[in-house]
């Protein structure tokens, strides 16, 4: 079973510049995740889809953050423009039920570095 | 506020030293508690959950527990293999399923 996918793995954009981070779900998990991890911060939430529904925006920063599940498959998170302190990993994480008694599969993340 | 803190930071052991990884939450009403293991420029990784105070799991040298105010991931005999970092992650009952984390325990096991 292919894990869950997540590119470009690094990006280096300069701030005001825009970035479209993709995530690629284990294939048949309704709920995609969003998570972040600022230098020296535990990771956090941004946000849950439920197939191509938001459920859960709650930690989405502001609004220079716009994600979109369409179709319920694969994910984008767009960042726009940037801004310094977007840096970060983001983590991409999928579980076939929202309980998930059997732990979430996260992806290896994108590293964003904003200059 | 639903909290979760680990400690210690950082843990340095020799092989086969065993020890405990410590992981204080509070949350509105607990659905689960869950440990993740990652390694550097990796994703987490799955470990354990947890659901309610007296609940153990065991995989391999981990030994996972639970009361209602904090989890141990204990670590018997260590090896090298086990350097990584270890998060505690909770999930509250009326927040849907999004995970709460803590900042990590960064254990190095040297031989």
């Known amino acids: 079973e292919a894990g869950v996918t997540q590119f470009p793995s690094h990006s280096v954009i300069e701030k005001g510049q825009t970035v479209t981070l993709r995530c690629d779900p284990i294939s048949g998990h309704d709920n995609l995740y969003w998570y972040r991890r600022v230098m020296g911060k535990e990771i956090k939430f941004l946000l849950h889809?439920?197939?191509?529904?938001?459920?859960?925006e709650s930690g989405m920063p502001n609004n220079r953050f716009l994600a979109e599940r369409t179709g319920g498959t694969y994910s984008t998170l767009k960042v726009q423009p940037a801004e310094l302190e977007d840096s970060g990993v983001y983590f991409c994480a999928s579980s076939p039920s929202r309980q998930a008694m059997g732990g979430y599969t996260f992806g290896s993340g994108t590293r964003l570095t904003v200059v | 506020e639903d909290q979760v803190t680990q400690s210690p930071e950082a843990l340095r052991l020799q092989e086969g030293e065993s020890s405990s990884l410590n992981c204080s939450y509070t949350?509105?009403?607990?659905?689960?508690l869950f440990w993740y293991r990652q390694d550097p420029g990796k994703g987490p990784e799955f470990l354990f959950t947890l659901y309610s105070a007296g609940e153990e799991k065991e995989k391999e040298r981990l030994k996972a527990t639970l009361t209602k105010k904090e989890s141990f991931l204990h670590i018997t005999a260590p090896k090298p293999e086990d350097s990584a970092t270890y998060l505690c992650?909770?999930?509250?009952?009326?927040?849907?399923?999004?995970?709460?984390f803590g900042q990590g325990t960064e254990l190095s096991v040297k031989p």
């Open positions: 949350v509105s009403g607990l659905r689960g």
């Open positions: 889809f439920v197939k191509e529904s938001k459920q859960d």
């Open positions: 992650a909770v999930q509250a009952g009326n927040q849907g399923g999004k995970l709460i």
